[in-house]
């Protein structure tokens, strides 16, 4: 599928908690024109199953799958499941697992997803944070898999051309920290002026909350008016 001019936003960490705002953030993009969007899905945070917790999140996610939203595995908990010392422990979910501990988490949250009747086609790590043995365990279950950098096709080799990858930055609002909150919403704006084929968008559940973020949002899409929609599973080609 070759289109010459998409926006792509990716809507993280769905899980009970936040369905309330990812509800109301999805609608709002639907009506400024973005109808299709890559939800990301938190399968299990604080090993609840999101099935048992939320019946009344499970069936939008499916009936926004039937309208053309792309559904992707969010990590297992979203939460680092090895803390080690403050000299070694680094951010990311999977990080300092080993190949089994990542193969065990990354299918106990695809079975918990499956078996609520929303099975992922795709995954993104939680902070984009891969490991090798990460992206080994992927190549079996998933479609496509999103890095910062670009969304990446399952079953082709890491390090072949482009053309197996669909190279876009992702931009998205800081969180945490007062500079951050300030800076980032310049920057969103920057990237959306950028002269690329495709915008990336990540959008969570706190930028809600705040009203610069909401508005740097409303100006890029109002920008980026003639871009056409797209998923990552689209981009990826699968």
Same mark, same amino acid.
């Given at each position: 599928?070759?289109?010459?001019?998409?926006?792509?936003?990716?809507?993280?960490?769905?899980?009970?908690?936040?369905?309330? =705002?990812?509800?109301?953030?999805?609608?709002?993009?639907? !009506?400024?024109?973005?109808?299709?969007?890559?939800?990301?899905?938190?399968?299990?945070?604080?090993?609840?199953?999101? +099935?048992?917790?939320?019946?009344?999140?499970?069936?939008?996610?499916?009936?926004?799958?039937?309208?053309?939203?792309?559904?992707?595995?969010?990590?297992?908990?979203?939460?680092?499941?090895? =803390?080690?010392?403050?000299?070694?422990?680094?951010?990311?979910?999977?990080?300092?697992?080993?190949? !089994?501990?990542?193969?065990?988490?990354?299918?106990? +949250?695809?079975?918990?997803?499956?078996?609520?009747?929303?099975?992922?086609?795709?995954?993104?790590?939680?902070?984009?944070?891969?490991?090798?043995?990460?992206?080994?365990?992927?190549?079996?279950?998933?479609?496509?898999?999103?890095?910062?950098?670009?969304?990446?096709?399952?079953?082709?080799?890491?390090?072949?051309?482009?053309?197996?990858?669909?190279?876009?930055?992702?931009?998205?609002?800081?969180?945490?920290?007062?500079?951050?909150?300030?800076?980032?919403?310049?920057?969103?704006?920057? +990237?959306?002026?950028?002269?690329?084929?495709?915008?990336?968008?990540?959008?969570?559940?706190? !930028?809600?909350?705040?009203?610069?973020?909401?508005?740097?949002?409303?100006?890029?899409?109002?920008?980026?008016?003639?871009?056409?929609?797209?998923?990552?599973?689209?981009?990826?080609?699968?």
């Amino acid at each position: 599928m070759r289109r010459d001019r998409t926006i792509a936003v990716a809507l993280h960490g769905i899980e009970p908690a936040t369905f309330g =705002r990812c509800a109301v953030i999805r609608d709002w993009l639907g !009506d400024h024109g973005v109808d299709r969007v890559t939800l990301l899905v938190i399968p299990a945070r604080d090993l609840h199953p999101v +099935g048992e917790r939320s019946p009344e999140m499970v069936s939008w996610l499916a009936e926004r799958r039937d309208a053309g939203d792309s559904i992707a595995q969010h990590g297992f908990q979203h939460v680092c499941l090895r =803390r080690g010392s403050l000299l070694t422990h680094r951010p990311g979910e999977f990080t300092g697992l080993d190949e !089994d501990e990542t193969r065990r988490a990354v299918h106990a +949250g695809w079975r918990v997803m499956k078996l609520a009747g929303i099975e992922p086609e795709g995954f993104v790590a939680p902070s984009y944070a891969y490991t090798a043995a990460l992206r080994q365990a992927l190549r079996r279950r998933f479609l496509w898999w999103a890095e910062a950098l670009r969304v990446q096709r399952a079953g082709v080799d890491d390090a072949q051309p482009p053309a197996t990858a669909s190279r876009a930055p992702a931009f998205s609002f800081a969180a945490d920290g007062k500079l951050g909150r300030l800076l980032s919403p310049p920057l969103v704006r920057a +990237g959306a002026m950028l002269p690329t084929s495709t915008l990336r968008l990540d959008l969570h559940p706190a !930028d809600l909350r705040h009203a610069r973020h909401m508005m740097a949002l409303e100006w890029v899409l109002q920008r980026s008016r003639f871009r056409e929609a797209v998923t990552y599973r689209e981009l990826a080609g699968a």
